[in-house]
């Protein structure tokens, strides 16, 4: 099993930045990777950005590509998501998932879910 848990979530102003917080417990040491998905009201829940259980590997979805940094801390056992130059756009909840696989941008390929933390942007 494992137990994933997410912080950091607000409101911030276009253009702001925030940072995600994901901590893990349990048995992760033997998955493939982990992943930030959000979905907005009345949308579908979207990859964001991927991480390998190593660190060296990343993927990002394009609509975040330059704007978001997806870290990992592995004495913490914590990924991370800086955001910044936040969009409107960019206001949904935000999952961290734990998957056996990497790269994987499909939530279907992920096993465990946290929480959710609600970031929004305001105009």
């Known amino acids: 099993q494992v137990q994933l848990v997410e912080s950091g979530g607000g409101l911030v102003q276009a253009g702001g930045s925030l940072r995600l917080s994901c901590g893990a417990s349990g048995r992760t040491w033997s998955r493939g990777g982990m992943g930030w998905f959000r979905q907005a009201p009345g949308k579908e829940r979207e990859f964001v950005a991927g991480i390998s259980w190593s660190g060296e590997g990343t993927n990002y979805a394009n609509s975040v590509k330059g704007r978001f940094t997806i870290s990992r801390d592995r004495a913490k056992n914590t990924v991370y998501l800086q955001m910044n130059n936040l969009k409107p756009e960019d206001t949904a909840v935000y999952y961290c998932?734990?998957?056996?696989?990497?790269?994987?941008?499909?939530?279907?390929?992920?096993?465990?879910w946290g929480q959710g933390t609600q970031v929004t942007v305001s105009s």
């Open positions: 998932a734990v998957s056996n696989y990497f790269p994987a941008s499909s939530p279907t390929l992920y096993t465990y």
